[in-house]
């Protein structure tokens, strides 16, 4: 079956440091790939989206993810992590456009200051 | 702007009863979804709905039921709620040919 892997439940940076949270897939087809974030007491907001253009994808709030099909991945990263990035962030796939989507555990991001 | 609302942000029922999530939004998308919400489970798809009075299961639809009758609402149905049941559900709408849903800000269901 395909799936999806979030490395780390929960992941604590400093406020100003490196944010990366890491996504894999299973799939023997490039998939359609998707970081959504959820803040506290809301709904899920896309951040950015992978669809076979670009590799490397920009999203909002200074977030990107750069699809490696070799190592079946689409981290999430931001170079300077900032309060108000304190969310849970999801990784999800889908095997074609308008599919299903298939979401990852989730990993909660916490900016200490 | 996009917009998604539940009927309800917190909810508390008992054992046994039925149970009616609501879910409405007004963009016109033919597409709508119900998933819940589990610490280290991420988002489950129990539902979903591609047009009026048409829905599909999704990967765990047992103990749900849904009903869709006009194209901007799309209701999840607990018909006998049970504590397994306690857990955040989140709605979600698509326009067709996309790929990006839009989300609802959830309803927090608490069965005793």
């Known amino acids: 079956a395909q799936s999806v892997t979030q490395l780390g439940s929960h992941v604590s940076v400093s406020e100003g440091a490196l944010v990366l949270l890491r996504c894999n897939y299973s799939?023997?087809?490039?998939?359609?790939l998707f970081w959504y974030v959820q803040y506290p007491n809301q709904g899920l907001q896309l951040l950015l989206k992978?669809?076979?253009?670009?590799?490397l994808v920009k999203g909002i709030n200074g977030f990107e993810a750069e699809f490696k099909k070799s190592e079946t991945s689409f981290h999430l990263t931001k170079p300077s992590a900032h309060m108000s990035d304190a969310a849970e962030y999801f990784c999800?796939?889908?095997?074609?456009?308008?599919?299903?989507?298939?979401f990852g555990q989730g990993t909660e991001l916490s900016v200490k200051p | 702007d996009v917009k998604v609302t539940q009927s309800s942000r917190y909810l508390v029922k008992r054992t046994g009863e039925k149970v009616f999530l609501e879910c409405v939004q007004d963009m016109d998308h033919e597409n709508m979804f119900w998933y819940r919400q589990d610490p280290g489970l991420g988002l489950r798809l129990i539902y979903f709905?591609?047009?009026?009075?048409?829905?599909e299961k999704g990967d765990i639809p047992e103990g749900y039921s849904v009903s869709r009758e006009k194209k901007e609402r799309f209701s999840l149905i607990l018909e006998s709620a049970s504590t397994n049941q306690t857990s955040m559900y989140l709605c979600?709408?698509?326009?067709?040919?996309?790929?990006?849903?839009?989300f609802g800000p959830g309803t927090r269901l608490t069965v005793l």
């Open positions: 979600a709408s698509r326009p067709p040919g996309t790929d990006t849903q839009y």
């Open positions: 709905s591609y047009d009026v009075k048409m829905k």
């Open positions: 799939s023997s087809v490039p998939p359609y």
């Open positions: 992978y669809t076979s253009a670009a590799t």
């Open positions: 999800a796939v889908s095997y074609n456009q308008g599919g299903k989507l298939i």
